[in-house]
């Protein structure tokens, strides 16, 4: 990767996306290089189901991780490439990258590496880890424009049983992102990480504090997209449920669960309740991507080629105790968030998307957003791993991380208020 982000990529809105390049352009680069990443075939899916909202699996049986990676788009193209670059991506961070380096956080100071306290630790590890050898690789930390190093295990996703391994860190794809260009992957791997950091704050909300969720006016949603997308679920008598996941930094995040309707027999019956989450800059695709992963989700449940979901999990999804819970849950909630008052804003340059996260990072007291270059010669595909020391993700029991960004966040918020809404400068009102 270059030493520092050209600030200078003009981008395009494809129905739901916003990229350098039109789909079929991406899609005619794709192509050629499928087997080069050990896809042998990119599978559309959407008619197993009665929704009709696209959605594709890509197949790696080589894979050192996950051998199906899923995607979805409001185009058989855009899903195309959502799987394949999903695959692409961890293709990428299967492999260790080069110029691995073995050394404590105390040698190499706080000014050349990330602090491990500060990040995804496996159940157990001790939080003062700067006397303990570990495997770095390099990185460009995006706020102070400077080399910095961090954790091998953190970057990579080989979970081969004889990869190589400090065993401290949790292993996730979280923060994994592929694009046109470096720029467009690391907005696309930069909203990932604030999504599941969003995700785990919501969470923490509703569990610790009984906080109802923001449930969205459907009626104040004006974006065409997520009408259509609206109107494909409601014509598959399906229900829908949206709320925004408001967190201090500003960016749009949405969350929302799609679910039978009791009696349905698009196929057969009902089949469970299923979750998408969505962030970016933008209200529209941010909501768009909820959506459609909600879609995508229930498809990957439908076409059993998910190697990374068993009898159990299938099992649990079936159950009505399932659909009460969320049921419930959204019950809780009062529908009177404005979708026009989410905030966010929209822009034609992805350097304005970055540069704007970036000064709300800072504002919020983040001082590092890591970028490490994934990509490999020949491959000719931009991947980049996103690493922003002390936001939260998801644990392996898929609950919220306990920590001090939590604790905070909480502390923060005023218990008076039964909506917030998040203005563009990251503040919050109620």
């Not at 529209?284 to 229930?298: C, F, H, K, P």
């Amino acid at each position: 990767m270059k030493d520092t982000l050209a600030l200078t990529t003009t981008k395009r809105s494809f129905q739901g996306t916003h990229r350098t390049a039109d789909p079929a352009e991406t899609w005619a680069r794709i192509v050629p290089i499928l087997p080069d990443v050990g896809i042998t075939r990119v599978a559309d899916v959407t008619g197993l189901d009665g929704i009709g909202i696209p959605v594709c699996n890509a197949i790696r049986p080589n894979a050192r991780s996950l051998s199906v990676s899923q995607g979805k788009g409001v185009t058989l193209t855009h899903a195309r490439i959502s799987a394949a670059m999903e695959a692409i991506e961890l293709f990428h961070a299967e492999r260790t990258p080069q110029h691995v380096e073995e050394a404590t956080y105390h040698n190499l100071g706080a000014a050349h590496a990330v602090d491990p306290a500060r990040l995804s630790l496996l159940p157990g590890q001790q939080q003062s880890l700067g006397q303990r050898p570990l495997s770095w690789v390099r990185g460009r930390d995006l706020i102070a424009d400077c080399p910095v190093r961090v954790p091998r295990d953190v970057v990579t996703c080989d979970l081969r049983t004889d990869a190589p391994t400090d065993g401290v860190f949790m292993t996730s794809s979280n923060g994994l992102g592929a694009g046109n260009t470096v720029e467009e992957a690391t907005l696309h791997a930069l909203c990932e990480v604030i999504e599941r950091d969003a995700t785990c704050l919501h969470q923490a909300l509703s569990e610790r504090i009984g906080h109802e969720p923001a449930l969205i006016d459907r009626t104040t949603i004006d974006d065409p997209l997520c009408l259509w997308l609206m109107d494909r679920i409601e014509r598959a008598e399906i229900d829908l449920h949206i709320w925004a996941q408001f967190s201090d930094l500003g960016v749009p995040s949405f969350g929302c669960s799609i679910s039978d309707r009791p009696g349905s027999r698009i196929l057969g019956g009902p089949i469970g309740t299923f979750q998408g989450y969505g962030c970016h800059p933008d209200p529209g695709v941010a909501l768009s991507r909820a959506i459609t992963e909600a879609v995508q989700s229930r498809l990957t449940y439908i076409s059993g080629a998910r190697d990374d979901l068993f009898r159990d999990d299938y099992a649990s999804i079936q159950t009505a105790r399932n659909r009460r819970g969320w049921l419930a849950w959204l019950e809780r909630g009062t529908v009177a968030t404005d979708f026009r008052e989410v905030g966010g804003w929209a822009c034609d340059d992805i350097a304005v998307d970055l540069g704007r996260i970036l000064a709300l990072l800072v504002r919020h007291g983040f001082d590092q957003v890591v970028v490490v270059d994934l990509g490999i010669t020949g491959i000719g595909i931009p991947v980049v791993k996103v690493v922003v020391p002390g936001l939260v993700e998801p644990t392996i029991d898929n609950k919220a991380a306990p920590g001090a960004r939590i604790d905070r966040f909480l502390a923060g918020w005023n218990l008076s208020a039964r909506h917030r809404v998040v203005s563009q400068n990251g503040g919050a009102r109620p």
